[in-house]
């Protein structure tokens, strides 16, 4: 059997595969733009198509998959809110079916995330931490004890829908006021130009957010740091958001540690700032002061580290029995 893994992440913006050494190290990777408005076999194509263009040898030791929520866990039947493609799709199963004989273990892609900040990243040697994803969407996983906590369906640390607002904006959950409906991108984007924001062209030298005249999240960052006033209150917004849902969940787990990644993270200060600020405003109890929030440190290849850890690492990210 090989010592290799093959991982999957699967996301509202891109999809990712690759093969993953037993020391978390990605030794090669292939991505696809997920397509907008897919039907069910469109995506899985997608998919497949991934997975041809790998070198992926005859034997694994298995193969773990991150994709986006809500999904029945652990059976791995998906239908991600921003792929309405997938609705019951079985994921797992098509997986198992051409990868026989070896386990295929999927979760939550924001799980996955902060499992892999734990693992190998900058939640590494906390015993108490909270992965957070911010981009399309938000999401999280629970490190508790050192070990990620599931949860009665799998769904444990999804502060997307804590809520922080109960009079904000709807969700795409059916709900109002969810972190996830006022921090998500897409979402950010379009309260700045309800609010009058013309994105414009400004970029940071070298970055990320080189996307001129487009009302994205990444040219509102971008336009908040040359000094626009609309996008410097939307991140603002976003920050205090963040700030109040990681409040509740500190308070409610004694973390010691919240790592936050995705897009949107890339911002630097402009969301830090107002999410610290807030963040200490609800945090007044000794225990809960102590916490840290830092970016995540893994970068594009987190939702693979953290797919392949659930068979690398299965011990501590992986109910037994399942």
């Avoid at 995506?43 to 263009?53: F, G, Q």
């Avoid at 400004?202 to 960052?221: K, N, V």
Wanted: charged share 20%; hydrophobic share 45%.
């Amino acid at each position: 059997m090989s010592d290799l893994t093959l991982a999957v992440d699967i996301g509202g913006t891109k999809f990712a595969a690759g093969l993953v050494e037993p020391d978390g190290q990605v030794v090669t990777a292939e991505r696809a733009a997920t397509p907008q408005g897919g039907d069910a076999e469109t995506l899985w194509r997608t998919l497949t198509s991934l997975l041809d263009r790998l070198d992926v040898p005859a034997a694994l030791a298995g193969v773990g998959v991150g994709c986006g929520g809500p999904m029945t866990w652990p059976e791995g039947e998906v239908s991600p809110l921003n792929m309405g493609g997938w609705r019951g799709f079985p994921l797992r199963g098509r997986l198992a079916a051409r990868f026989p004989g070896v386990p295929v273990r999927i979760h939550n892609d924001a799980v996955c995330l902060a499992v892999a900040e734990h693992w190998c990243g900058a939640g590494r040697g906390s015993a108490a931490m909270l992965g957070m994803v911010v981009s399309t969407g938000v999401g999280g996983g629970l490190i508790l004890g050192g070990r990620l906590i599931d949860g009665g369906t799998g769904n444990a640390g999804h502060i997307g829908h804590v809520v922080v607002d109960p009079e904000g904006p709807p969700c795409g959950c059916g709900g109002n006021g969810c972190l996830e409906a006022i921090a998500r991108g897409p979402g950010l984007a379009a309260w700045a130009l309800a609010q009058g924001w013309s994105p414009g062209d400004a970029a940071t030298e070298g970055d990320l957010y080189r996307e001129e005249g487009t009302a994205t999240a990444r040219r509102l960052a971008a336009d908040a740091a040359a000094g626009d006033a609309i996008a410097l209150a939307a991140m603002a917004r976003a920050g205090r958001a963040l700030g109040v849902a990681i409040a509740s969940a500190v308070n409610l787990c004694d973390l010691d540690l919240v790592t936050v990644g995705g897009g949107l993270s890339q911002a630097g200060d402009l969301l830090f700032g107002p999410l610290e600020e807030a963040l200490r405003e609800h945090t007044r109890m000794e225990f809960a002061g102590r916490v840290r929030v830092v970016p995540a440190a893994l970068g594009q290849d987190a939702g693979l580290v953290g797919a392949a850890a659930l068979v690398i690492e299965g011990d501590r990210y992986w109910r037994p029995g399942l």
